[in-house]
């Protein structure tokens, strides 16, 4: 089974900068594809970052492009999601999410997502 833990989350003014980490305990990191995906209070959860297994493709929600940077180290089954210029309207829940997958496709999808983190609460303030 496949456990992720989200860490990185606080407080934060506009402008700032956070870095969110996600460690997975699982042996075959690098046959999964991985995910950040973000909810608002009375908001759908959406995606706002995916990575494939190697690092090699990304995609990013509209939004946030050039704002928030993905990236993992497989070596440390960890993914991460760098988030620089925050706004107040980022302010969500930001959970991580695994899928089994060795493509270069990557899905912004959540159903796709097999295995999902408790959260870590991300909150700008303005």
């Known amino acids: 089974q496949v456990q992720l833990v989200e860490s990185g989350g606080g407080l934060v003014q506009a402008g700032g900068s956070l870095r969110l980490s996600c460690a997975a305990s699982?042996?075959?990191?690098?046959?999964?594809?991985m995910g950040w995906f973000r909810q608002a209070p009375g908001k759908e959860r959406e995606l706002v970052a995916a990575?494939?297994?190697?690092?090699?493709?990304?995609l990013y929600q509209d939004s946030v492009k050039g704002r928030f940077t993905i990236s993992r180290d497989n070596a440390k089954n960890t993914v991460y999601l760098q988030m620089n210029s925050l706004k107040p309207e980022d302010t969500a829940v930001y959970y991580c999410?695994?899928?089994?997958?060795?493509?270069?496709?990557?899905?912004?999808?959540?159903?796709?997502?097999?295995?999902w983190g408790q959260g870590t609460q991300v909150t700008v303030s303005s």
């Open positions: 699982v042996r075959t990191f690098g046959s999964y594809a």
């Open positions: 990575i494939n297994w190697s690092g090699g493709s990304t």
């Open positions: 999410a695994a899928r089994w997958s060795q493509t270069t496709v990557v899905t912004g999808w959540a159903p796709n997502y097999e295995h």
